[in-house]
């Protein structure tokens, strides 16, 4: 059977933005699959006249591991987010498609790192923000965390009389960098970068983010390179 994901997403939604989403499952009667689709298309178009509206993705049920369908419903905002489920066109549209809803259940949660489990989708896909742009940004935030981290905290707390092992300091730093990106640093940046990571954007537009990445990089670079001279002093 095949399992790759239904995504739909409004034109100027991008992949990986930081929002709130919420988790639909059900299971599906046989036979019915196509018309499930049918009816979610329907369901995504409508989300997207509400404010807020991320993308709306459908993963199919998988042999032998998970019966149900999968649906992740994305908006900007928690308020938003509420204001879609509690509403009279999302209680209609239940009705009408109330075969399909048995054992229905919604979970609320936010997402962060969501351009990371990023994949290929089989119908009805919109061009994601490309993965190297992703990279990035990815870079441009972690390296002043990796660095600060060592030269503020690995370097004096754990090189000192009670050094811990270095596998033990490594491991502390990865940790406390992961979790400051997945949670605050990445869903800002991207924000930010939203203007940038938007397919299909002009060559000026491309340029310009470019070049402010360059300009963050050397300017990184210089301030550490300074403050080990410092230290070397």
């Not at 370097?155 to 960098?177: A, K, Q, R």
């Amino acid at each position: 059977m095949n399992h790759e994901p239904v995504a739909v997403y409004r034109d100027e939604a991008v992949a990986g933005s930081s929002g709130f989403s919420a988790i639909v499952t059900a299971e599906v009667p046989a036979g019915l699959d196509d018309e499930y689709i049918a009816w979610q298309n329907t369901i995504s178009a409508t989300e997207a006249t509400f404010e807020g509206f991320l993308g709306h993705r459908v993963q199919r049920p998988v042999a032998g591991a998970r019966h149900e369908w999968v649906v992740v419903v994305s908006f900007d905002t928690e308020a938003h987010l509420s204001a879609w489920l509690a509403s009279s066109e999302r209680a209609a549209l239940l009705a009408e498609g109330e075969r399909f809803n048995r054992q229905l259940e919604v979970t609320k949660t936010s997402f962060g790192f969501d351009f990371w489990s990023q994949r290929p989708d089989a119908v009805g896909s919109a061009p994601k923000a490309p993965v190297g742009k992703q990279n990035l940004l990815v870079l441009m935030a972690l390296y002043p965390i990796v660095f600060l981290w060592g030269y503020f905290v690995s370097t004096p707390l754990f090189d000192g009389p009670g050094e811990i092992p270095f596998w033990l300091s490594l491991f502390v730093g990865n940790l406390v960098s992961t979790q400051l990106l997945g949670w605050w640093v990445m869903p800002w940046v991207f924000r930010r970068f939203d203007w940038w990571l938007k397919p299909r954007q002009g060559v000026r537009v491309q340029v310009t983010g470019f070049v402010i990445l360059a300009v963050i990089y050397g300017s990184s670079m210089a301030l550490y390179a300074w403050l080990l001279s410092l230290v070397a002093a």
